[in-house]
C-alpha cells in the first residue's frame, strides 16, 4: 500500500468515526485499517486516535493529518479528473439531499434543469428531512434549511424562511383570531412533531426575548403536509415553515397570525464538503443552482 492509499484509508478512518466503518467502506478488512493506522502512527511517532471498543475521536495530530490529506487527496483527483476530460466537460453522478417538501417543489426543478444541460451527469436526488451526514452518505450537496454548526462543511446562502402560525379564513370566522401567543391555548391546535419539531411553540415576545408555548392539540401528525392539510380544511391552528405555506397564503387559503411575535428568519444555505479542486459536475451545479435558489421569491421574501 503506498503512501496516498494508506493517507485515503486514513480519511475514511476520520470520516467514519470508526475502524469497522472504515473497514466496511473502504472494502478492507478491520485488522487491516488498524495495522495501517498503527503503521502511520509509527512513522510519525504520535497517536492519531483515540480507540475505545466502539469509536474513535482523532488526537491534535490526527486532525492535522487528516486536513493536509484532504488537500492532497483532492489535488489528486483533480489532476487525474482533469487528464481524464472530466474537467473539460461534467459528468459522472451527482447525489443531492433535500427536505422532503422543499425538495419537491424547489430543489427538484433545478435538477432537472441541469441534467437537461448536461447529458454527461446523473442525479439522485434524496429527499428526506433529516440532517444526513454528507461524508458518511457519499452527498455531494445538500440544501438546508438551519442555523448551521461551524464544521468542515462550505456553505453558500441562499436566502431564510420563517415559522409562522397560519390557519384557514373558515376556521377564524368561526372560533376569532388569536391576538398574542398565550391566547392559542383557548383555539384547535393541529400538531406536526418529527425529530426537529415538539409540542412547544417558540416565538419572540415585543421586548426581543425568547419564549416556548405548549400547546394542547386536537389533532397530531408527523408530516407537515398533512398538518398544513387540516389547516386548510378548517381543523385548527398550525406552525409550519412559510416556503410550505406561500401558495396557499397567496391565494387566501390560508391566513398568517401573530406576526409581530415571529421568531428571527431561519437562513437557507447549499452545503458541501469541500471547496477545493470538486470535481466538475458538483461545481457545474452550484453555479448552475446557486443564483437560481437566491431567486425564489419564497426565499427572498423572509430574509428581513
Known sequence: ?????????????????????????????????????????????VRLAERTTRRLALTDAGMRLAEHARRLTADFDGAMHEVAGEGAAPRGRLRISAPLTFGRLHVMPIV???????????????LDDRPVDLIEEGIDVALRIAHLDSGTLVARRVGAVRRIVVASPRYLKQRGRPAAPDELAAHDIVLFVNQANGPDWRFQALDGSEREVRVS?????????????????????AHVLSYQVAD?????????????????????????????????????????AVPRLSCLKVLRSEGT
Open 112 to 126: 432537472t434543469a441541469f441534467l437537461e444541460s448536461n447529458p454527461h451527469v446523473t442525479a439522485e436526488l434524496s
Open 1 to 45: 500500500m503506498d503512501r496516498l492509499d494508506r493517507l485515503t484509508l486514513f480519511l475514511a478512518i476520520a470520516d467514519a468515526g470508526s475502524l469497522v466503518a472504515a473497514a466496511r467502506r473502504t472494502g478492507r478488512s478491520p485488522p487491516v485499517v488498524t495495522r495501517v493506522l498503527g503503521e502511520l502512527e509509527a512513522e510519525l511517532g
Open 248 to 288: 396557499d397564503m397567496a391565494r387566501g387559503r390560508l391566513v398568517r397570525l401573530l406576526r409581530p411575535f415571529e421568531r428571527p428568519p431561519i437562513p437557507v444555505h447549499i452545503v458541501f464538503p469541500t471547496a477545493r479542486l470538486m470535481a466538475p459536475r458538483v461545481r457545474a451545479f452550484l453555479d448552475f
Open 217 to 237: 392539540a386536537r389533532f397530531q401528525v408527523n408530516r407537515a403536509e398533512a398538518a398544513i392539510d387540516a389547516a386548510r380544511d378548517g381543523r385548527g391552528i
